[in-house]
């Protein structure tokens, strides 16, 4: 501190510090409030890996991974319209399923013709819990046993020709055929 200064400068001096001190702790406490509670006010990603469209944070969780909230209804557009792209070493086609990720928009009717279709289906794989996370692009485990996805339910579906599924209690779950990962998430089926 300089000593030619008088004690009122001194005093002047250290309020202005501490004055500006506090206003940057509150700059940080607001900026840390926001960060938090704008992704819920504006209905965006809430930094957990939960894509845009399709997450539904009412939905229970599954029991693996980091607990994030599953998807009720969602698909994924290269997954529907490119059935037979092959998966390659750097997991382009993996990323390219996660990136594609929409909602699920089905007709009644397409709805009731699922329906039908699933429950005529007596040796379909079925889980009362999925051992993976329901979302579009999550890895689906080897042990998980597959069906291939009836011909009657790519038509009503419109795509995922050549693909598998599973039922995780009263929701399908169509699994692309060549990596194992989750394409299409269509539930109320039972």
């Not at 939960?50 to 997954?79: F, K």
């Not at 009836?150 to 693909?163: F, I, S």
Request: one cysteine or more.
């Amino acid at each position: 501190m300089p000593e030619n200064l008088s004690r009122r400068e001194q005093v002047r001096g250290t309020s202005r510090v501490m004055i500006a001190g506090a206003c940057v702790a509150a700059l940080l406490f607001i900026a840390g409030i926001a960060w938090v509670a704008l992704p819920k006010v504006f209905n965006v990603s809430d930094y957990v890996g939960r894509p845009l469209s399709g997450a539904d944070s009412n939905a229970p969780t599954t029991g693996v991974g980091t607990g994030v909230p599953t998807q009720r209804e969602a698909q994924s557009a290269v997954g529907k319209n490119d059935p037979a792209g092959q998966e390659d070493r750097s997991g382009g086609r993996a990323r390219q399923i996660k990136q594609s990720t929409e909602a699920l928009s089905l007709s009644d009717q397409q709805r009731q013709q699922l329906r039908g279709i699933i429950a005529q289906q007596r040796n379909a794989p079925r889980l009362d819990r999925s051992n993976f996370e329901l979302m579009i692009g999550s890895s689906v485990p080897q042990q998980t046993n597959l069906a291939d996805l009836p011909a009657e339910a790519t038509q009503a579906l419109n795509g995922y020709w050549g693909d598998q599924y599973v039922m995780v209690g009263d929701t399908m779950v169509v699994v692309d055929q060549h990596t194992r990962r989750v394409v299409a998430i269509v539930s109320g089926m039972t």
